[in-house]
């Protein structure tokens, strides 16, 4: 049996006007509201309601996408008892994402395997469940691409990309030592961010040893300074969750 033409004209115009959630469920609320008795008014809400949650949910799945997080991790699953001298209740409160508002810095701080990728991953997760525009980067990636923009003349459209977001996450910093130019470029990132978009980096250098990394004493002083202005800096220096865990494997055994 042929559909009624105002049906079919209907479903058209709910598909013009991109209501997904209106096309796949007008049907079925009708039926639920008749036998309800609601009121017109009341139909159209739940309908709205519906789509504004369906909404919601794609928006937020397609910034965690576009995070390009390496893994999701979010802060259910890390094990704080695993780490006694974090500051759980300053993680707690990051996960608001006032920091974010407030153009402030995270820095995490501590040995390999503390779970600081954890946290940030936790807190840029938290940041696109509340609307943000985060980026995933390790930092030795990041100086790649800033040098190889550079070279291909699309520094400028890259920086561009980079101050949209609302937060910019650095993992890793410290594993590997930067040309003079890379340094460079890394600052300028650092710099172009300063009380316009927060970042997160984590390293397992202490902020004495950062030269080593960036290769100018002049340059670190920069970058720390910009860096610390407004931060708050989360230390893990207990011992490694992935030696604690390898370890507990191999005593089940």
Same mark, same amino acid.
């Given at each position: 049996m042929s559909q009624d033409p105002s049906t079919l004209l209907l479903e058209h115009h709910l598909k013009a006007l991109k209501l997904p959630t209106f096309l796949r469920d007008y049907t079925n609320v009708a039926a639920v509201c008749s036998q309800?008795?609601?009121?017109?008014?009341?139909? @159209?809400?739940?309908l709205t309601e519906r789509e504004l949650i369906d909404r919601e949910r794609r928006a937020t799945e397609r910034r965690i996408k576009e995070a390009q997080f390496p893994v999701l991790k979010t802060i259910e699953t890390f094990h704080f008892t695993a780490q006694p001298t974090l500051n759980e209740a300053l993680v707690r409160e990051l996960l608001r994402?006032?920091?974010? =508002?407030?153009?402030?810095?995270? @820095?995490?701080?501590?040995?390999?395997?503390?779970?600081?990728?954890?946290?940030?991953?936790?807190?840029?997760f938290a940041a696109c469940s509340q609307g943000r525009r985060v980026r995933?980067?390790?930092?030795? =990636?990041?100086?790649?691409?800033?040098?190889?923009?550079?070279?291909?003349?699309?520094? *400028?459209?890259?920086?561009? *990309?980079l101050e949209r977001l609302d937060l910019i996450i650095l993992d890793e910093m410290g594993y590997v030592p930067f040309s003079k130019t890379g340094a460079e470029l890394l600052f300028d990132v650092v710099g172009r961010a300063y009380e316009r978009t927060s970042l997160i980096l984590t390293t397992n250098l202490p902020f004495e040893?950062?030269?080593?990394?960036?290769?100018?004493?002049?340059?670190?002083? =920069?970058?720390?300074?910009? @860096?610390?202005?407004r931060v708050h800096i989360l230390e893990a220096n207990g011992p490694s969750y992935r030696l604690q865990d390898a370890r507990s494997r191999l005593k089940r055994k």
């Open positions: 309800e008795r609601s009121s017109y008014p009341q139909y @159209l809400f739940r994402g006032e920091y974010m =508002a407030k153009k402030e810095n995270v @820095l995490l701080v501590g040995n390999p395997g503390t779970g600081k990728t954890h946290l940030a991953s936790a807190l840029g995933f980067v390790t930092t030795t =990636a990041l100086v790649t691409q800033l040098i190889e923009a550079r070279d291909n003349k699309m520094l *400028q459209r890259l920086h561009k *990309q040893q950062w030269m080593e990394v960036l290769g100018s004493e002049r340059l670190t002083g =920069a970058m720390l300074d910009r @860096l610390t202005h």
